[in-house]
């Protein structure tokens, strides 16, 4: 149903934001910032995919047919 979806998205958006923060290379020491901006482009990627129905929908038929 809507509210389900609408649920789930908000959850998405939600779980996206507090990784981002954490992850943000402006965020974390210097030493980490190659490996935090990688995780930050990860997390971007998937976010990207998860909260767009069309690219969701495309990579669940790539992934589990």
Excluded: C, M
């Excluded at 482009?41 to 790539?62: G, H, M, T």
Aim: proline share 6%.
């Amino acid at each position: 149903s809507y509210d389900f979806i609408k649920t789930h998205l908000f959850e998405i958006k939600a779980a996206f934001r507090k990784l981002a923060l954490q992850w943000h290379p402006d965020k974390n020491p210097p030493e980490y910032k190659q490996e935090a901006q990688a995780r930050f482009i990860e997390i971007y990627e998937a976010y990207a995919v998860l909260s767009n129905p069309q690219k969701r929908k495309q990579y669940d038929l790539v992934h589990f047919g």
